[in-house]
């Protein structure tokens, strides 16, 4: 059993085993091995959490955000120097290679960038016709957070880093799927010196997290998952009128024009589209509509390129493509590959399960399926595995409206050396994030976040921040 899982919740200073008798068990995603029996929180778990970060935060906010900055760049320091435990922790938690992902640099830099950006906030004069008025900004209180399991320390440093500069305290209910990274975030918290209680991590599944967005003691709660999830987490957190920030899902477009720089869109569409995090992604560009002038020139590279990514053991540097999370989402994402063939899509390459070596794990082969139907079920719906799809079109008015028809609205890409196409693109694209010639570079500065079903509110840059503050507007009459 890994010792973190073994260990339990983090609450205040404390290592908890859970209230309750439930137990995940968690297995390695590349054999399918029991690797720990981890112990889910439930409502006295998340009732004692949320009491040890009450207690914490009003002292954690009054050191003043020099102080808090001090603490948490040494926090930042610290993931640093355990980079490389915290790419092994991602792949034990959910099959992420460690080549592909720096999950404690990443993290590192989110912490670092947010502490310094709190200790530079200043109360804002206004201008008023009488008198004097002033614009502040405080913490919530007590922030509820959710991270998903496909980089759950990632969502610890996007959601934990602003709330905590802001001087908010922190219950952190990682998934049960991956609990690694979140725990072990709170343990170096603890040892940077952030006071106990501010950061407090209950492992649970969807008692705990029902518990948490319910809970009269969250003054914020920050989301980020599956737009079915989001509506029982808004469902319970009505009863408080608990302000959200959601991060959900995505059916991103990935628009290829004949102009554009054929071999980058094609590199992109094979690695970012359909193998990165073998397609777990929200933003990934797995909606690839290709000019028919290019189209099959674009789908050789795609195939050229996916049947060059070595797949295999994510604790292995040189694998590229690893396993989905679990065994239930590959016999999910094997289902829509079924479905997809029977609606009427041309299989370009995988659509099955690896076997040989890779056999015991829960691997899929990198998927491609072309002339698929921009109304199906595929080119429609999230599949959150390794699953292209390629829709061709001729017209730039029709694929700008088969773009923008969909639910989400998360993410679109677009790949043209046209400048005018671009920012007519750049406008017209109904999504949050808008990526042109290229798979974009997300930093602690770029806000990000989604419209439509794919939430609201932003993670990254000042908006970020401002997700963690309450504005207290104050006015003097003499």
């Known amino acids: 059993m890994h010792r973190l899982a073994a260990q339990g919740h983090l609450i205040g200073a404390a ?20 690797q720990a029996e981890v112990g889910l929180g439930g409502p006295d778990d998340i009732d004692a959490a949320v009491a040890a970060a009450r207690s914490a935060q009003p002292g954690w906010a009054a050191i003043g955000a020099g102080a808090r900055r001090a603490v948490l760049r040494t926090l930042a320091d610290l993931l640093d120097e355990h980079r490389a435990e915290a790419a092994e922790l991602a792949a ?23 502490a310094d950006m709190a200790a530079e906030l200043a109360d804002e004069s206004l201008p008023v016709d009488r008198g004097a008025a002033t614009l502040r900004r405080e913490p919530f209180g007590v922030v509820g957070v959710i991270p998903p399991w496909n980089g759950s320390m990632v969502g610890m440093g996007q959601k934990c880093g602003p709330a905590l500069a802001a001087g908010n305290a922190v219950v952190a209910k990682p998934p049960e799927l991956a609990p690694f990274g979140m725990l072990r975030f709170a343990e170096l918290a603890l040892e940077a010196g952030i006071p106990p209680g501010v950061v407090n991590v209950v492992v649970g599944g969807a008692a705990a997290g029902a518990a948490l967005a319910g809970h009269p003691g969250i003054d914020k709660l920050s989301f980020t998952g599956g737009a079915d999830t989001a509506r029982l987490v808004m469902a319970a957190a009505a009863g408080s009128l608990t302000p959200l920030a959601l991060e959900l899902g995505g059916k991103s477009p990935n628009v290829i024009f004949p102009d554009a720089d054929l071999e980058e869109a094609s590199l992109l569409t094979a690695r970012s589209g359909t193998a990165l995090l073998s397609g777990q992604g ?76 890779l056999a015991d794990g829960w691997f899929v082969a990198p998927t491609v399926f072309g002339d698929v139907d921009h109304t199906s079920d595929l080119a429609r719906n999230e599949v959150f595995g ?40 750049v406008a017209a694209l109904d999504a949050g994030v808008v990526v042109a010639n290229g798979l974009g570079h997300l930093s602690p500065s770029t806000p990000f976040g989604g419209v439509k079903q794919s939430g609201f509110g932003r993670e990254g840059g000042r908006a970020g921040l401002d997700e963690m503050l309450r504005l207290k507007t104050v006015l003097l009459d003499h």
């Open 282 to 357: 929200c933003a990934l560009p797995t909606r690839t509509y290709v000019h028919t002038d290019v189209y099959d020139e674009v789908v050789d590279r795609v195939l050229t390129f996916l049947a060059a990514l070595p797949v295999g053991d994510p604790l292995d540097p040189a694998t590229v493509v690893g396993p989905v999370v679990s065994e239930a989402a590959m016999e999910r994402i094997l289902g829509v590959i079924v479905r997809a063939r029977a609606d009427g899509a041309t299989l370009l390459t995988g659509g099955d399960r690896l076997g040989g070596d």
């Open 386 to 425: 390794p699953v292209q799809a390629l829709i061709r079109f001729s017209s730039e008015e029709d694929v700008l409206a088969q773009a923008n028809d969909t639910p989400f609205g998360l993410a679109a890409y677009i790949h043209t050396r046209d400048p005018g196409r671009t920012e007519r693109f």
């Open 15 to 34: 290592w908890v085993r859970p209230a309750g008798r439930a137990v995940h068990e968690h297995r390695y995603a590349a054999s399918g091995a029991v």
């Open 92 to 114: 034990l938690d959910n099959g992420t290679p460690v080549s592909v992902l720096r999950p404690g640099r990443y993290t590192a830099a989110w912490v670092r960038y947010y």
